[in-house]
């Protein structure tokens, strides 16, 4: 059994084509799902054939391969969920964190904040 040792760096969204950690993951989705399947329809006939062990045994492969791969294919991509909270990162550092509202929509909240109080009812969000 071998482990390769290189140290991933997080912060670098770009990755050579050529590293294992990009090597098409969408065969290895692809995989898990068709193994899930065959699993699923072990399950099912072993249910069928009233066989325990073989029908516990392809439901822990079940779960393990089709939760899995089900899970891969739900869950958003790596690379645009970071491109997404890079983007938003930047934009808040141009705002330095405070939120811009224009001054119409800052007399409007006022107005609102103001009728509110005055007629004792909770103030709608807009």
Do not use: C
Request: net charge positive.
């Amino acid at each position: 059994l071998v482990f390769d040792a290189r140290v991933v760096d997080m912060a670098s969204a770009e990755r050579s084509p050529a590293s294992p950690a990009s090597a098409s993951p969408v065969s290895l989705k692809f995989s898990l799902l068709v193994v899930g399947v065959a699993a699923a329809l072990s399950t099912h006939f072993a249910w069928r054939a009233k066989a325990t062990n073989v029908f516990k045994a392809s439901y822990a492969a079940t779960w393990l391969t089709l939760g899995t791969a089900t899970i891969l294919y739900v869950q958003p991509d790596r690379e645009e969920l970071e491109q997404k909270l890079r983007a938003s990162a930047a934009a808040r550092a141009d705002t330095n964190g405070v939120t811009l509202v224009s001054a119409a929509d800052r007399e409007a909240q006022i107005r609102a904040l103001k009728g509110a109080s005055l007629s004792g009812e909770e103030p709608r969000p807009r």
